[in-house]
């Protein structure tokens, strides 16, 4: 069963830190472009970051450009998002996304872009 699952969510105080995984299982994650996005309640889905089946392609939005970063690790099937100098504005939960690709190409950070979601990780920002 195709699934996506991520982890590393909590509760830490402003300027603290978080690494976030997303494990797939019953497929190989080398398939597949990775999105991070996340939402608070009664806001729309934000996507945050971006990495392409390879590695070739990364992207980070505006507000979180110099204190997150995107990596996956094929061979292990798991993607990452490392989050630095947390403030409470990146409080929301936090969801995987994976579309299925074959070939390298730049990712994309719309969330209409992807077909797979995890269930989300709550990250709480706060003092």
């Known amino acids: 069963q195709l699934q996506f699952v991520e982890s590393g969510g909590g509760l830490v105080q402003p300027g603290g830190s978080l690494k976030l995984s997303c494990v797939i299982s019953?497929?190989?994650?080398?398939?597949?472009?990775i999105g991070w996005f996340r939402q608070v309640p009664g806001k729309e889905r934000e996507g945050v970051s971006c990495i392409s089946m390879r590695s070739l392609s990364a992207r980070l939005a505006d507000s979180v450009k110099g204190r997150f970063t995107i990596s996956r690790d094929n061979a292990k099937n798991t993607a990452y998002l490392q989050m630095n100098r947390l403030q409470p504005e990146d409080t929301a939960v936090y969801y995987c996304?994976?579309?299925?690709?074959?070939?390298?190409?730049?990712?994309?950070?719309?969330?209409?872009?992807?077909?797979?979601w995890g269930q989300g990780t709550q990250v709480t920002v706060s003092s």
């Open positions: 996304a994976a579309f299925r690709t074959y070939q390298e190409a730049m990712c994309m950070m719309g969330d209409q872009y992807y077909d797979y």
């Open positions: 019953g497929d190989t994650l080398e398939h597949y472009r």
